[in-house]
Every structure is written in C-alpha cells, then in structure tokens.
C-alpha cells in the first residue's frame, strides 16, 4: 500500500498537470483551478480517511476540515461581518475535524467500503451537487470540482493497486485487488445502499450537458493548442 506523502503528492502532481490544461484552456479561472487542484489533492486522500489510527490520515482529515471552513467563508464573505465570518469558519472547521472525523471512525473500517469506486463516485457527485445547489456554482465549474475530486481518488486507489504487486518477486501481494473495487460480498448490503444513493445522486446531479459541450467544443482544445509553446518559439515554427 503506498503511504501517504505518496498519495498526496500523486494526487497534488496529476490534478496539478490536468488543472493546468484546463486552465490554459480557458474551461476554468485562476481560482477555479486552485479549486480543481485542491480537491484533487483531497480526493488523493480521500480512500484512507477510514485508516483512524493513523497520524498522516489525521493530517489528511485537517486538510479537508480547513478547505470546508475556507469554501462557506469565500462563498458567504460579502454577506457576514468580521466576527460571523470567524464563527462560521471555527463551526465548519470544527465540525469537520471533530464531528465528522468521529462518525467515520466509529463507522468504518480501514480497506472497507470507503476504500472503493462508487464510494468515490458518491462523494464526488455529492460535491458536484454541494456546489450547485447550496453554493450556487455554474453546473459546468461544479462538474469540474466533482471529476477533480474523483480523479484524485482514482489515483489513490491505482497507487495502492500499483503498491500490491511485488515486481522483484514477480507475485501479488495479499492487499491486491482490495484497493479499486466495486463491489466485496461481505459487505453486500452495505453496496446495495450505496449504489442505491449513487443512483440518487445521479438523477439529481446538476445538467451535465452544458460541461460536456465545454469540454468538446473545438475552441477550447483551439486556445489550448495556441497556448502550448512560448510565443516565441511558435513565431519560429
């Protein structure tokens, strides 16, 4: 399994590179990208957050508890005092860290549910709609938050599969295939219910159809494309 300065900087180092392109492409702004890269580099940490015995993951947790403090302050700092900005931002962070944190290590166990594809599909979708419907972000920017924080979780999860296989002895160790799974026997019931919200939160998701054709429309991959090179050397060619 690797460990978490792994994660985090696989996931900081891919949702970094990608945040970039679509900056550079014009899909996104410079705080939109900042958005896209920090919750990639959460998403990267996500799959561990049922490890709670360990000090790294409790860094993990932090982390997720400051950028939820810092998201209600940005999204609500021209309608709140000085002292309610302070309040809302030690409710959100202490309520994260310590409440949430709480739930999850009572309720989880480390490599269970939480540790699987739709589990990430849920809480990216979740943001996604958090984004929309609370934050009253455009659909196309909320998709962007959402695929980031999945992309994130994908990487975590491919590190740990990557980190299960023994090149030297060329054998498979024990933890494979426990890391990017879809479904585990033992714990059916518990899938049912989660398929059953990811479904849920697939009808109520915001319309995807404006982000898909952002993200096909020629122009952007256009403006890309110009932007690739220094201006220097594109003259020269």
């Known amino acids: 399994m690797a460990n978490f300065r792994t994660h985090l900087t696989g996931g900081f180092a891919v949702s970094g590179v990608l945040g970039l392109v679509t900056y550079k492409a014009g899909l996104v702004d410079a705080y939109e990208f900042l958005m896209c890269?920090?919750?990639?580099?959460?998403?990267?940490?996500?799959?561990?957050?049922?490890?709670d015995n360990s000090t790294p993951i409790k860094?993990?947790?932090?982390?997720?508890?400051?950028?939820?403090?810092?998201?209600?302050?940005?999204?609500?700092?021209?309608?709140?005092?000085?002292?309610?900005?302070?309040?809302?931002?030690?409710?959100?962070?202490?309520?994260?860290?310590?409440?949430?944190?709480?739930?999850?290590?009572?309720?989880?166990?480390?490599?269970?549910i939480i540790h699987s594809v739709p589990y990430m599909l849920v809480l990216a979708l979740g943001l996604t709609c958090l984004n929309y419907y609370v934050l009253e972000t455009s659909s196309i920017v909320s998709w962007f938050y959402g695929a980031f924080l999945f992309l994130g979780s994908l990487v975590h999860l491919g590190l740990d599969e990557a980190y299960s296989v023994d090149l030297l002895n060329r054998r498979l160790k024990r933890?494979?295939?426990?890391?990017?799974?879809?479904?585990?026997?033992?714990?059916?019931?518990?899938?049912?219910?989660?398929?059953?919200?990811?479904?849920?939160?697939?009808?109520?998701?915001?319309?995807?159809?404006?982000?898909?054709?952002?993200?096909?429309?020629?122009?952007?991959?256009?403006?890309?494309?110009?932007?690739i090179l220094p201006e220097v050397l594109m003259r020269q060619m």
């Open 175 to 227: 933890s494979s295939g426990t890391a990017m799974k879809f479904y585990q026997d033992s714990q059916r019931y518990y899938y049912v219910g989660l398929y059953t919200i990811l479904l849920m939160f697939i009808f109520i998701a915001p319309p995807f159809d404006p982000f898909l054709s952002k993200v096909s429309d020629p122009v952007t991959w256009w403006l890309l494309k110009d932007s």
């Open 59 to 112: 860094m993990g947790f932090d982390l997720v508890s400051l950028a939820t403090a810092f998201a209600l302050v940005i999204h609500w700092r021209s309608e709140l005092s000085l002292v309610s900005m302070i309040l809302l931002w030690l409710t959100g962070y202490l309520l994260m860290r310590y409440t949430v944190f709480s739930i999850f290590t009572k309720l989880t166990v480390h490599r269970g």
């Open 37 to 51: 890269v920090l919750a990639g580099t959460v998403g990267g940490l996500l799959p561990d957050i049922d490890s």
